[in-house]
C-alpha cells in the first residue's frame, strides 16, 4: 500500500494478558518510530528503529514493552501483562531516511483498550 | 517538562477568513518544526514544515512562520474552509526524521 498500514484498529485485551501490534512502514522508509497517544494528548515518543536496529528505545515506559523491526521493514511492539494505564492509541510512523526534510508519515494507529 | 505547548485547546473560525495556529516551544536544540493534522480514528497527516535556518515556510493556503528568538511558531491558514476542521499538531526535533515531541493540539473548527 501507499501508506503506513497498522494492525489490530482495535484491540480489547483483560489486564494481565500479552498483546502484539503490528506496523506495516511505507516500502523504502528506513527509518520506524512507534508513539502512545493519551486521550486528549499529543503523540508520546516511545521507540525508533533505523533499518532493524532499534536506535533509541528511551521512551518505552516499562520492560513490559518490546519493540522489534527484525527483517528492517515490520515492526511489532508488543507489551506484556498489560495494565490499565496501557490503555491509548499506539501510533506507527515512518520516514525515508534521517535528514535532508523527511516528515514522518503516520498510520492511523492500534486503540487499545485494557479491561 | 512539556517542551512543546499549544496553549489554545480550540479555536472557531468562519468559512474564508484566516485561521491562526500558535505553538511555544522551550528546548533551543530543536531545529525542525511541523504541523500535523488529525481527523478522529485517523493518524496524523503532514501538513508542512519549516527548518530552523529559515522564518518562513509557505504551501498553497499553508503558511507556518518561525520565530527562533521567541521560539515560537504559527500556522496560518487562509481562506480557511470547513473540511479544515479538525486537531492541529505542532511538532518539533533535533533532526530533521528524528523523534518528534508533540504539542497537546488545538481543534479548529471552520463554520461555514
Known amino acids: 500500500g501507499a501508506g503506513v498500514s497498522q494492525s489490530p484498529r482495535y484491540k480489547v485485551a483483560k489486564r494481565g494478558q500479552d498483546v502484539a501490534l503490528r506496523c506495516d512502514p511505507i516500502s523504502g522508509h528506513v527509518s520506524l518510530f512507534w508513539y502512545q497517544q493519551a486521550l486528549g494528548q499529543g503523540p508520546e515518543f516511545l521507540t525508533y528503529f533505523q533499518n532493524e536496529a532499534q536506535l533509541d528505545k528511551s521512551g518505552l515506559p516499562s520492560d513490559r514493552f518490546f519493540a522489534e523491526r527484525p527483517e528492517g521493514s515490520v515492526s511489532t511492539l508488543k507489551i506484556q501483562r498489560t495494565q490499565q494505564e496501557d490503555s491509548a492509541v499506539y501510533l506507527c510512523?515512518?520516514?525515508?531516511?534521517?535528514?535532508?526534510?523527511?516528515?514522518?508519515?503516520f498510520g492511523d494507529g492500534t486503540r487499545l483498550s485494557i479491561l | 517538562d512539556q517542551q512543546v505547548k499549544q496553549n489554545s485547546p480550540s479555536l472557531s473560525v468562519q468559512e474564508g477568513r484566516i485561521s491562526i495556529l500558535n505553538c511555544d516551544y522551550t528546548?533551543?536544540?530543536?531545529?525542525?518544526f511541523l504541523w500535523y493534522k488529525k481527523y478522529p480514528a485517523e493518524g496524523p497527516t503532514f501538513l508542512i514544515s519549516?527548518?530552523?535556518?529559515?522564518d518562513k515556510n509557505e504551501d498553497g493556503r499553508f503558511t507556518v512562520f518561525l520565530n527562533k528568538s521567541a521560539k515560537h511558531l504559527s500556522l496560518h491558514i487562509v481562506p480557511s474552509q470547513p473540511g479544515d476542521s479538525a486537531v492541529y499538531f505542532c511538532a518539533a526535533c533535533r533532526t530533521s526524521g528524528s523523534r518528534l515531541t508533540f504539542g497537546e493540539g488545538t481543534q479548529l473548527t471552520v463554520n461555514p
Open positions: 510512523a515512518s520516514s525515508l531516511i534521517q535528514g535532508a526534510d523527511q516528515p514522518q508519515h
Open positions: 528546548n533551543s536544540m530543536f531545529d525542525y
Open positions: 519549516i527548518s530552523s535556518i529559515k
